[in-house]
């Protein structure tokens, strides 16, 4: 059962911005609550509904034993509409058996909540209709129209309705929410450290190459500490085979720029931040044999490397210079 506490611990300004207006009861009639996928809308979205249905909300929090909260926790209350896409779309007549639920007067009391999910692939004609639903005037109803790209939005439609754009999730809580979608911790823990966007985090961490390019790293740092020259011999075959296109050469950079990241955190005595976790071994081997500023010269080399990828050297050249600095540490 989600409630503001826990909506607030990834969104707090989104939830303090409404829980002051519940209390001033200034609530919006149209809401369109805008952010990635997985920041927490539909959660917001469902407490909401219930505070404002609540028979006996207390300072802006629902009671969750009334049989309003209680019907809306178990998602079968007859004044909370929600619509999803039917196929591609949010065709008109769903907004249309939407209009004719609401012609009636509320089953319990004359409020009602309707939120539509993936607002924006509503068809134009869909979006029109409601429009019309939304000029209406005052009734005690809220809209919250969902949508992970707010620009697709009719501008008519947002001018009529408050914005509330759900932040991106900390590293922190995409881990979390990854280790919940059962995604092994090893690779959850490097995706949620690629990318703030919890949908492109789940997408990485499910592509099994993504985890064949952690073990190729893994390796190359590897060749890097016990056979250098080797490193430089193989890397065509063994590495740039493996990362043929640019964009995976660039990941294959970033991987090892928080492996370099792990080492400096392991000089500083801050084993606790490492993403490699489950290399700790092999990074304080290597920190054994090198010191902090090798390492932050090697984060640099890497950075460098990075520059010269994007202004178009060959790979295999960025690559080779980029071996032959690192070896030295
Ligand atoms: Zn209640």
Not at 65 to 93: A, E, L, Y
Request: include cysteine.
């Amino acid at each position: 059962m989600v409630s503001w506490e826990e909506c607030s611990k990834t969104q707090p300004r989104v939830v303090r911005l409404l829980k002051n207006s519940i209390r001033k009861q200034r609530l919006a009639h149209a809401y369109i609550f805008e952010g990635a996928h997985g920041t927490g809308k539909m959660a917001t979205a469902t407490v909401l509904a219930k505070t404002f249905l609540c028979r006996n909300s207390e300072d802006g929090n629902p009671c969750e034993s009334c049989s309003n909260c209680k019907r809306i926790t178990s998602g079968n209350h007859p004044d909370v509409h929600i619509i999803i896409p039917d196929g591609q779309n949010i065709k008109i007549d769903q907004i249309r058996g939407l209009q004719k639920e609401f012609a009636y007067s509320g089953m319990e009391s004359s409020k009602k909540v309707y939120i539509i999910e993936h607002a924006d692939k509503m068809t134009v004609q869909a979006a029109n209709s409601l429009l019309k639903f939304l000029e209406e005037p005052g009734n005690d109803t809220i809209a919250l129209l969902l949508t992970e790209q707010v620009h697709r939005l009719l501008d008519t439609i947002r001018s009529r309705a408050q914005t509330l754009t759900f932040s991106p999730l900390p590293p922190q809580g995409i881990l979390e929410k990854l280790l919940q979608d059962d995604i092994p911790k090893p690779v959850a823990m490097l995706a949620s450290s690629l990318t703030s966007d919890y949908a492109e985090a789940l997408e990485i961490c499910r592509e099994e190459w993504f985890a064949q390019a952690r073990a190729k790293v893994i390796q190359l740092t590897e060749d890097l500490r016990l056979r250098p020259d080797y490193c430089l011999v193989v890397l065509q075959d063994q590495y740039l085979s493996f990362f043929k296109e640019k964009d995976q050469l660039r990941l294959a950079l970033n991987l090892l720029l928080i492996w370099y990241r792990d080492l400096l955190s392991i000089h500083l005595s801050n084993s606790e931040n490492v993403v490699f976790f489950d290399q700790l071994q092999a990074l304080e081997q290597q920190a054994l044999h090198t010191s902090q500023k090798k390492t932050g010269e090697a984060l640099q080399a890497i950075l460098t490397a990075q520059a010269r990828l994007r202004s178009n050297v060959s790979p295999l050249m960025v690559m080779e210079q980029l071996v032959l600095r690192l070896r030295e540490g």
